[in-house]
């Protein structure tokens, strides 16, 4: 079963455009990363973010978490063409450690 | 896809048939883990491996195997290929238990 679902499933912007994604789960955690996939590749750690933080940044990605709500969201400020790709968010369990659990994911599609 | 290699990237075999996928490590990383791709589901851990000889099962371990003699090969097996296993198989390892994790470029699958 999936803890973190994302939403939307797909998004298509125009280059310079911000675009967001969300992502919700279930049950507490200890932390929640964000990986990006671009076609045919593996996946790539974007972005880690612990339980008692509320807010990361790393370039031009942006990070929050809600715990209250069990939701995070990342933000990719001026995309660009390159960021077109897939997105998952994973999270790790407070009581379910050694493993992440992978959502579905949002397909980023950025349009020059 | 630094320091991890998975063989072979490409198969196509028959129900029924063996099947071992082998990722293959340079960074002396303690954990590793396969998971499976497919449309709609995101990713779905395996197995994983904490150390060598040390593994566990994941969400979706049924009709898969591991084995884990060295620090740097974790092997997948599939006893009896069935069609449901048809996927993309991708290894990960990470350095710490709560870390991030780097993937391998994946191995694609398909039972015939």
């Known amino acids: 079963s999936q803890q973190g679902e994302e939403d939307p499933q797909a998004l298509s912007i125009q280059e310079g455009e911000n675009a967001t994604m969300n992502c919700s789960y279930k049950?507490?955690?200890?932390?929640l990363q964000w990986y990006r996939q671009n076609s045919g590749r593996g996946l790539v750690h974007l972005i880690l973010?612990?339980?008692?933080?509320r807010e990361k940044h790393s370039g031009r990605l942006r990070v929050t978490l809600d715990t209250s709500k069990k939701s995070s969201s990342l933000l990719i400020t001026a995309s660009r063409a390159a960021d077109t790709a897939s997105y998952f968010c994973?999270?790790?369990?407070?009581?379910?450690?050694?493993?992440?659990?992978f959502g579905t994911g949002t397909r980023l599609q950025v349009f020059p | 896809d630094a320091g991890i290699t998975q063989s072979p990237r490409h198969k196509v075999t028959e129900t029924g048939t063996p099947v071992t996928l082998r990722c293959h490590q340079t960074?002396?990383?303690?954990?590793m883990y396969w998971y499976r791709q497919d449309p709609g589901h995101g990713l779905r851990l395996i197995h994983y491996?904490?150390?060598?000889?040390?593994?566990d099962k994941g969400e979706v371990s049924d009709g898969y195997s591991v084995s884990r003699s060295k620090t740097e090969d974790f092997l997948l097996t599939l006893e009896s290929a069935t069609s449901s296993q048809t996927s993309v198989y991708f290894c990960?390892?990470?350095?710490?238990?709560?870390?991030?994790?780097?993937f391998g470029p994946g191995t694609r699958l398909t039972v015939t």
């Open positions: 491996s904490y150390g060598v000889k040390d593994t």
């Open positions: 994973a999270t790790e369990g407070a009581y379910n450690t050694d493993k992440l659990i």
């Open positions: 049950t507490s955690i200890n932390n």
């Open positions: 973010i612990r339980s008692n933080e």
């Open positions: 960074e002396n990383h303690r954990y």
């Open positions: 990960a390892i990470s350095e710490s238990r709560s870390g991030e994790q780097y």
